[in-house]
């Protein structure tokens, strides 16, 4: 593609076909992001199992990986300005791939952790840039539509980390009878967990690929001097007109002073920065990552047997993406306040349920299942959907980068904390008071988001900014 960024096509030239390739490429960042995360799950009793470990050691290695992910968030902002978003992109795709096949043939469980570790770099690093450059790529028109495929990129790669996951314990269960030898029967039946961190290695190895053939972002471009680049990389998405427009807008903002991190906490901004920080605090503590990291652990406990316990975690995470989906399409519609304390509401209600079933000494399986899935359905329409939407939406544009990165180490470090203590914490009090906490927090949370956030439906991001200062 090189040959043709150094020209400008005319507008009958620009090509919805070069813009849906970009976002292709970087939704598969985000597929690598909801895969690594998701495809512990039907990792964690296997594993346990066999290295003995203790219930704070098996959260250890259920949050590696997301000690991995803070740091490569803190890194990936500055490394992304300083080199551009596709080299720290094509490192990230690299990082999975390696993590994918430590992974799966560790000799040791001190050699497992670090593998995860890297795995969770690559996906901060995702995190981070792969939105930012679908952004910086997008038409205005198609930005929000864009930005959010990414989160649904997210939510597919879930489910068919679980949908792997179910398929390889399924095949290991048919062959276990048969004797066998050598690393291919270790891997794909012996130690069948091993094959399912492997299977990360086909995508990790297409988005590399297929970052080869994508161009650089051109605000990063415009912002680094090549104008002339970034100029033709947009008129070939949007046309010469629009393109000629968007590189003076860009030039403009390059131009402007970025607000200070001290700004964050002056009277107006710091309204705002606490209700970005208690999106992404209850945000992760709304059991929803304890359903993706632990879920068919949770099943077990209800009598489920391991096969069609992750069987039935493909099947939350379906719920997951329809529900998602129907998100997507009513959150402009809605609102983003009646989606949050709406559905927040009905996440209470339903893990104060699951709690009550835990408490029975033979937990009906059945109805915990549906209530979970009712829990996961409630969450994707709510807090899971809205806070990817409406965290960017609060800061204004001098500010956001900053704000979004505290945002987002809040994020990750209340994941990696909850992640960590929770095989401890049902262990030393029960399954059903685990559920019962999440319900407590989540109905402080319910609380905390009628009384702080607004509803940014329909505002101007300069519209936005004036709630703020009425607060203060």
Known sequence: MTHTENTIPTDSNSSPLYLMLICLVASLGGFLFGFDTAVISGTVGMVEKLYSLTKLQVGWFTSSALIGCILGAMVAGSL?????????LVISAILFFI????????????????ARMIGGIGVGMASVLAPMYISEFAPPHLRGRLVALYQLSIVIGILLAYFSNWSLQSYAETRIVQTGSGLLHLIFVEQVWRAMFGMEMVPAGLFFLMLLFVPESPRWLIKSGNDQQGLSILTKISGSAIARKETRDIQQAVNQEEGTLKELFKPGLRTALMVGVGLSVFGQLTGINIVVYYGPTILEKAGIALTNALQYQVALGIINLIFTVIALFVIDKLGRRPLLLGGMAAVVLMLASAGVLFSFEQPPALLILVVLGADVACLALSICAVIWVLTPEIFP????????????????????FSAYM????????????????????????????WKFVPETKGKSLEEIEKIWHKVN
């Open 80 to 88: 992304g300005d300083r080199y551009g978003r596709k080299p720290i």
């Open 99 to 114: 993590s994918a096949l430590g992974s799966a043939v560790p000799p040791t469980f001190s050699i497992l952790i670090p």
């Open 397 to 416: 544009n001098r500010v956001r980068g900053r704000a979004m990165s505290i945002a987002t180490l809040s994020n990750w470090g209340t994941n990696t």
């Open 422 to 449: 929770f095989p401890w914490y049902v262990s030393s009090f029960g399954m059903n008071t685990g559920f019962f906490t999440f319900a407590a927090i989540c109905f402080i949370a319910t609380l905390f988001f």
